[in-house]
């Protein structure tokens, strides 16, 4: 639901813990192909010695997804986004939850456009 902003018109200010977001046709089109595809990788505690060439094999080895059909990057405030070629594969992570990576286990959730991210 759109409705058109002023700037500076003190009426039109945000509440405490809300956000405006101005979105192009073009940045819609991202948040709805991440929206589908991505899924946000949290760690219980910092773990540096985990890359983005960890994330994939560890999900690869435990969930049977070739690593070849995800790309993951650095991601904030979560660790990590994994982009799948397929909303299949995210599905089924997001129904596991979880993977074991190097001794320590990757909580898998859905990206929201609340999770932002850097």
């Known amino acids: 639901m759109a409705r058109e902003y002023h700037l500076g018109e003190p009426a039109q200010r945000p509440g405490r813990g809300s956000t405006f977001t101005f979105c192009s046709a ?18 219980p505690e910092p773990h540096p010695d985990i890359t983005t060439h960890h994330v ?20 904030h405030p979560e660790p990590f986004l994994v982009r799948f070629e397929h909303s299949g594969h995210r599905d089924i992570v997001l129904a596991a939850g979880r993977a074991a ?9 859905p990206w929201t456009p609340a999770a932002g991210g850097h």
Do not use: N, Y
Not at 101 to 109: I, V, W
């Open 56 to 75: 994939p094999r560890a999900i690869d080895r435990d969930l049977a997804i070739p690593a070849g059909r995800m790309h993951v990057s650095k991601h």
């Open 26 to 43: 073009s940045t819609e089109d991202t948040v709805d192909q991440l929206r589908f595809s991505a899924v946000l990788v949290s760690l």
């Open 101 to 109: 990576c190097r001794g320590t286990t990757l909580s898998l959730a």
